[in-house]
């Protein structure tokens, strides 16, 4: 897929604002810090589209990107953020479910995992979240450019054990590097495929 343009449409914590457009959306989430920014501009090619800060916690809303005038990229705040006040983080909470749960036009949640780590908690717990709900999702494992090759692949191996503890198999998942666009042509492509799957319930 070639983005051709990529334009910032609306922020809310509303589910009910969110665009009346009859559009196949690609949600984006993941623990705060994970990259999530770096790698949204890093898919559409945009350098500014998404906001990134060094410090985390930055996105704190519903934010809608019109790709191609054909589907929608959700930017969706980080969870586990510590510094973050309890009753915001409840905030955040609150909307990002109401999204999941009532959003007609998602047909898929990436979960984004810093690849340089362990198996997390609230990671496991999002995904588990999605599972029960019948949410598609897909994992992109984020900075694979800071590992050596035999080390991500031993981290990759040990999320892939833990998931099939729970899951009869792993979803979809993708490595990925805001750095050296790593991932970029494959996520691109999977979209492409589920759009072009879902094209009938979009017309």
């Given at each position: 897929m070639k983005i051709n343009s990529a334009t910032f449409i609306i922020s809310n914590t509303d589910v009910s604002r969110c665009p009346k457009d009859n559009m196949p959306e690609y949600a984006f989430i993941g623990r705060s810090n994970v990259g999530k920014s770096s790698l949204i501009n890093m898919l559409?090619?945009?350098?500014?589209?998404?906001?990134?800060?060094?410090?985390?916690?930055?996105?704190?809303l519903i934010n809608h990107f019109k790709i191609?005038?054909?589907?929608?990229?959700?930017?969706l705040p980080g969870y586990g953020y510590a510094q973050v006040s309890k009753s915001k983080r409840k905030t955040f909470q609150s909307f990002i479910k109401d999204y999941f749960l009532q959003r007609q036009q998602l047909v898929c949640s990436f979960i984004l995992v810093d690849s340089r780590h362990e198996p997390q908690k609230i990671d496991l717990e999002f995904m588990q979240f999605l599972g029960e709900n019948g949410v598609p999702f897909g994992i992109i494992f984020t900075k694979a450019d800071k590992l050596g090759s035999s080390t991500l692949n031993k981290n990759i191996t040990k999320y892939k054990k833990q998931?099939?503890?729970t899951w009869e198999e792993v979803p979809t998942h993708f490595i990925t590097s805001s750095e050296t666009d790593m991932g970029r042509v494959e996520v691109l492509n999977?979209?492409?495929?589920?759009?072009?799957?879902v094209a009938g319930n979009f017309k």
């Open positions: 559409t090619n945009h350098k500014k589209l998404a906001k990134t800060s060094g410090k985390p916690g930055k996105t704190q191609n005038d054909a589907w929608f990229l959700v930017d998931l099939l503890k999977f979209i492409e495929q589920v759009n072009t799957n």
